[in-house]
């Protein structure tokens, strides 16, 4: 299965964190404001696919979901004007690979998602940028068993990767500028996660 869906949004005084008078990025003080207006526009795809018919190959199944959008905020408050909106990312990816073993009742998920930079917090011009929070990968992969059709254990283990997530700031090309580009406000790191389930059906 194979679908593209096209979208266009007005959005009438969308209500977004803008920084607040007199704070810095490092007291991470904000508030919240209208904007004028917003117009968004994208594209989104996905995909479903089974791999196989026949061969072994008919236990995997492919899925995977991308969105692409572009939008652009009319904000005379802030004097910030035509900008991104607000915690939205220009792209969106989702995909993965699951496999399930009718035989042995067992299944494996792997799951992949990245995101663009999105604005965090709206900032004041000449005085304080927009604050980024930067892309990074995840990667989430899921070890489950069936036993005796009433039983399943699940093992997953969740950002494999940890990359840490980075909030900055540029003082040009916002839109492209890297890492080594910015001013770095925050640096965070969740670490993995392992978590162990056993779930029982009536």
Same mark, same amino acid.
């Given at each position: 299965?194979?679908?593209?869906?096209?979208?266009?949004?007005?959005?009438?005084?969308?209500?977004?964190?803008?920084?607040?008078?007199?704070?810095?990025?490092?007291?991470?003080?904000?508030?919240?404001?209208?904007?004028?207006?917003? =117009? /968004? $526009?994208? %594209?989104?795809?996905?995909? #479903?696919?089974?791999?196989? +018919?026949?061969?072994?190959? @008919?236990?995997?199944?492919?899925?995977?979901?991308?969105?692409?959008?572009?939008?652009?905020?009319?904000?005379?408050?802030?004097?910030?004007?035509?900008?991104?909106?607000?915690?939205?990312?220009?792209?969106?990816?989702?995909?993965?690979?699951?496999?399930?073993?009718?035989?042995?009742?067992?299944?494996?998920?792997?799951?992949?998602?990245?995101?663009?930079?999105?604005?965090?917090?709206?900032?004041?011009?000449?005085?304080? =940028? /927009? $604050?980024? %929070?930067?892309?990074?990968? #995840?990667?989430?992969?899921? +070890?489950?068993?069936?036993? @005796?059709?009433?039983?399943?254990?699940?093992?997953?283990?969740?950002?494999?990767?940890?990359?840490?997530?980075?909030?900055?700031?540029?003082?040009?090309?916002?839109?492209?500028?890297?890492?080594?580009?910015?001013?770095?406000?925050?640096?965070?790191?969740?670490?993995?996660?392992?978590?162990?389930?056993?779930?029982?059906?009536?």
């Amino acid at each position: 299965m194979f679908s593209v869906t096209l979208f266009w949004k007005y959005i009438y005084r969308p209500l977004e964190q803008v920084l607040a008078q007199g704070a810095t990025v490092y007291l991470n003080t904000y508030t919240l404001k209208n904007a004028d207006y917003a =117009n /968004n $526009l994208g %594209i989104e795809l996905e995909v #479903r696919q089974q791999l196989g +018919i026949d061969s072994y190959l @008919k236990n995997f199944h492919l899925y995977g979901n991308a969105m692409f959008q572009n939008s652009n905020v009319k904000d005379d408050r802030t004097g910030n004007t035509q900008r991104p909106l607000q915690g939205q990312s220009p792209y969106l990816v989702n995909t993965g690979i699951l496999f399930k073993e009718p035989k042995t009742n067992i299944n494996f998920d792997v799951f992949y998602n990245r995101y663009g930079r999105q604005i965090v917090i709206i900032g004041v011009p000449v005085e304080f =940028n /927009n $604050l980024y %929070i930067l892309p990074r990968h #995840r990667i989430d992969v899921q +070890i489950g068993k069936t036993f @005796k059709e009433k039983f399943m254990m699940k093992v997953a283990f969740q950002d494999i990767l940890a990359q840490p997530f980075y909030k900055v700031q540029f003082q040009q090309n916002e839109k492209t500028g890297q890492l080594k580009d910015a001013r770095l406000a925050m640096k965070t790191s969740v670490g993995r996660l392992i978590t162990v389930s056993l779930q029982y059906r009536f």
